[in-house]
């Protein structure tokens, strides 16, 4: 069986996006260019690190990566990724609004979990198979990983700014005391990648 | 000239201590052992990190740091490091209470500056003569370093645990939005060593 994984990129100050996330703004008031360009525009520097982002069998999603700042569905939004998502695999995406399943084109389809994060969970172990299942973010959805001691490996993905805000989604925000394993550190001009397993 | 460096052991969460600091306790209700372990009890696997704290010429130091949770001096408080600090060099402590210059063995002398940070950088600077000052903590002292623009090289200790505390003495708060260069990032079982430098 495979492991439960996340990856997140946040700033040195542990932020993963801005309190004020939006459909315009996903990443709400904190520079989204400067957080991801290791990766968009950097990728050949960190080129196993991105690949190893959607090397999975199936992804757990918090509804605000899918969808920020919304209540009810509008059903015309498939998600940020184009009709053929980077996922080729189920992403089951938390949400408190019922939805029905949505295939994407490449293998990709979002499935919405009424039930919890442990069902999520469960349905994604179950789709993985052998494989890893990946937590996708944000923050919040991988701090309630690390709360409920089901998160094996944890990958931040630290970009070189402070964001400097007073509230958002933030890295560890909640977990109580909580000892993990380092085994791995690695920079690029604008990136450092920290990895970290279950103690 | 030298230049001005920081060390700080900080938790996971960004936390160098918490906030009910006192002299039982100096850093408060977070795990001092867990913090600081990779220093005093693995320090051979830490070797040149542990050997590069107290490589300066001269020293700025929080009052905190040398005797926390306190207002007036009590003069028979000498600092945690004994008789023979490790510092081997001037140490300017920031400090709103005036006292006399406290000289100990081994070239370690303690002075108190009350009129600001930009003065005690202004003489540790004087100090030092060609080598660097290090600005030896804590967490506030080196956000103002930060927020001031002064600092060259932050190397931040990373103990491998949440402290999942509220509040408390925090690497990046009120730095506000602030680039840095990464430029080394290595783990060791006990402790993730991150330096960076100004943009």
Do not use: K
């Amino acid at each position: 069986m495979g492991i439960v994984t996340a990856d997140i990129g946040i700033t040195l100050d542990g932020f993963g996006a801005a309190a004020d996330q939006s459909l315009e703004h996903p990443f709400g008031s904190i520079d989204e260019h400067r957080l991801h360009s290791w990766m968009f525009e950097h990728g050949d520097d960190n080129a196993a690190e991105v690949a190893a982002i959607v090397d999975a069998g199936a992804f757990v999603m918090g509804r605000n990566m899918f969808d920020p700042g919304r209540g009810d569905w509008d059903l015309s939004w498939r998600g940020w990724w184009g009709e053929d998502p980077p996922y080729h695999a189920p992403v089951f995406v938390l949400t408190h609004h019922a939805r029905e399943p949505l295939p994407m084109e490449g293998g990709t389809t979002f499935h919405f979990v009424t039930d919890g994060l442990a069902s999520a969970l469960a349905q994604a172990r179950a789709a993985a198979g052998e494989r890893d299942v990946a937590v996708a973010g944000g923050a919040s959805t991988i701090n309630a990983c690390l709360a409920a001691g089901v998160l094996d490996e944890l990958r931040l993905h630290v970009a070189p700014f402070v964001a400097g805000l007073a509230t958002g989604s933030r890295m560890f925000d909640g977990v109580g005391p909580l000892g993990l394993e380092p085994v791995a550190a690695r920079h690029t001009p604008h990136v450092t990648h920290l990895t970290y397993r279950r103690a």
